[in-house]
């Protein structure tokens, strides 16, 4: 069922667990990421980037997602991530995509305050859901000083922009996959606290499982995926591609490939799912 990602994050609000958000970081690998999820009878986000997005194109990414959600009984919605141009909210919500992310984190609170009520229009216009930024989410190496979110700020965030969900800074990196961070869980303890809008985990890959679980009970009900995936898959790869002969077939070669993302995604369902 295609469905976009707010009803998703209250159901698990509700229950008290958490619902993945996985990274596509192929065409070659959506209908594997539904059809695991739904072997494991759990609502899922796949996610892509802009710049993904723009390589599958938008229309053909999300007929996909469509198409393979429609044979499945679980909730499936269809996520553009880390968008920082109103442009691109707009290709997706056009081409079909059933929720977005404005990322303004960047900017000064207010100027990310004015600009992210600009995504929600566009959002609410087309009944998508929205996530949006406040803090920011490192990339790449581990740095000791952090702008984690600031919990008065974000009860001002989700009052001024009416958001489905929000991602914090709480100490977590994207790309993150050879160590494991040291979030602030003081942080995100202080801002669920405060605020009752379903708040989102990225850079999932960086953080420590029993730090997933904890995050879940501390109110984030989304939580990021994605260079695991993207870890398992290229590792098998090399191995299976590394001994294939030219004449294999290259479906088969790449289903071996799927299958050792698929087995990363249900180790991440149960993670969250608990």
């Not at 600009?118 to 952090?146: M, N, P, Q, T, W």
């Not at 050879?178 to 960086?206: C, F, M, R, W």
């Not at 002969?245 to 799927?258: A, G, K, T, V």
Request: proline residues 4%; hydrophobic residues 45%; contains cysteine.
């Amino acid at each position: 069922m295609y469905t976009t990602m707010a009803p998703m994050l209250l159901q698990a609000k509700q229950e008290g667990k958490g619902v993945p958000a996985f990274n596509i970081h192929a065409l070659e690998v959506v209908p594997m990421m539904a059809r695991t999820a739904a072997e494991k009878n759990c609502p899922v986000i796949l996610q892509v980037s802009v710049s993904t997005a723009k390589y599958i194109g938008f229309h053909l990414l999300s007929t996909v997602v469509r198409e393979s959600a429609a044979a499945l009984n679980i909730p499936v919605a269809l996520h553009l991530d880390h968008a920082s141009k109103l442009e691109d909210i707009s290709a997706a919500i056009e081409g079909g995509f059933s929720s977005v992310m404005y990322d303004g984190s960047q900017l000064p609170l207010d100027e990310n305050i004015s600009r992210t009520q600009e995504a929600v229009k566009l959002a609410r216009g087309a009944d998508v859901s929205i996530e949006a930024e406040l803090g920011i989410v490192g990339r790449g190496k581990i740095v000791e000083s952090y702008p984690y979110t600031d919990p008065e700020d974000a009860v001002r965030f989700v009052a001024e922009t009416g958001v489905d969900a929000l991602a914090v800074g709480i100490g977590t990196h994207h790309g993150q996959y050879k160590a494991k961070t040291n979030i602030n869980l003081d942080v995100l303890k202080a801002i669920h606290e405060k605020v009752s809008t379903p708040l989102v985990l990225h850079g999932g890959t960086g953080v420590r499982e029993e730090d997933v679980r904890i995050c879940v009970r501390l109110g984030m009900h989304k939580l990021n995926f994605g260079t695991e995936l993207n870890v398992s898959w290229v590792r098998a790869a090399k191995e299976v591609f590394g001994a294939a002969e030219p004449d294999e077939s290259l479906r088969e070669l790449m289903i071996r490939c799927n299958n050792a993302m698929a087995d990363t995604i249900r180790k991440k369902i149960d993670l969250v799912r608990f």
